[in-house]
């Protein structure tokens, strides 16, 4: 299994409180991602990163911000949580872009936002 | 973005029964990778399929891309309980800049 590890697996907070999870890697992967899964919506992609400090938007990136300041740590961040953000969050990782590696995802993490 | 259908949404077939879930698009992929989930974990990827027409089996499982890229199909011979799980497929789009994901089909076998 690739060494992906997402912390915390589970949380659940209060609506206006900052929340922020955490994907560690140990694969040394270039680019690592960030999706969240709802029923009826599948996988969408909120953020990624290709490289240390080097960040871009997904489909659903509003209310997200995300940092990377080391190789293995990719962070997400929600500023101020709301209820809309009740979701199950993966963090995933891969050694290329879309078209040249598949992605390897961690185990997830379930939050709700009460 | 480009949207990906699959359907069905649901399959709960007893074990042994032969199943084929399906992945429809009306945009072209340049490939497309299937993936199971199963409870508590994320995504598994099972097959990348890149050629139109490609046909490659994992064991009981053959993926299929169709010939025009805009779709794909998994059949699964002689279920088996184990292969219970959430099939996801994703379309990498031809810009090669997102991957889009299906909404799903969760597979139940039954014993």
């Known amino acids: 299994d690739a060494g992906i590890t997402q912390s915390p697996r589970h949380k659940v907070t209060e609506t206006g409180t900052p929340v922020t999870l955490r994907c560690h890697q140990t694969?040394?992967?270039?680019?690592m991602y960030w999706y969240r899964q709802d029923p009826g919506h599948g996988l969408r992609l909120i953020h990624y990163?290709?490289?240390?400090?080097?960040?871009d938007k997904g489909e659903v990136s509003d209310g997200y911000s995300v940092s990377r300041s080391k190789t293995e740590d990719f962070l997400l961040t929600l500023e101020s949580a709301t209820s809309s953000q009740t979701s199950v969050y993966f963090c995933?990782?891969?050694?290329?872009?879309?078209?040249?590696?598949?992605?390897?995802f961690g185990d997830g993490t379930r939050l709700s936002i009460l | 973005t480009q949207l990906l259908e699959q359907s069905p949404q649901f399959l709960s077939i007893q074990e042994g029964e032969n199943l084929t879930v399906y992945c429809n698009s009306s945009?072209?992929?340049?490939?497309l990778q299937w993936y199971r989930q199963e409870p508590g974990e994320g995504p598994v990827l099972l097959v990348t399929?890149?050629?139109?027409?490609e046909v490659k089996k994992l064991k009981r499982l053959t993926f299929q891309f169709g010939d025009a890229r805009k779709d794909s199909s998994l059949h699964i011979t002689a279920a088996q309980p184990g292969d219970t799980g959430l099939y996801l497929c994703?379309?990498?789009?031809?810009?090669?800049?997102?991957?889009?994901f299906g909404e799903g089909t969760q597979l139940t076998v039954n014993p």
């Open positions: 694969e040394n992967h270039r680019y």
């Open positions: 990163s290709y490289g240390v400090k080097d960040t």
């Open positions: 399929v890149v050629t139109g027409g």
């Open positions: 994703a379309g990498v789009e031809t810009s090669g800049s997102r991957l889009t």
């Open positions: 995933a990782i891969s050694n290329g872009g879309y078209s040249n590696q598949p992605q390897h």
């Open positions: 945009s072209v992929f340049s490939s």
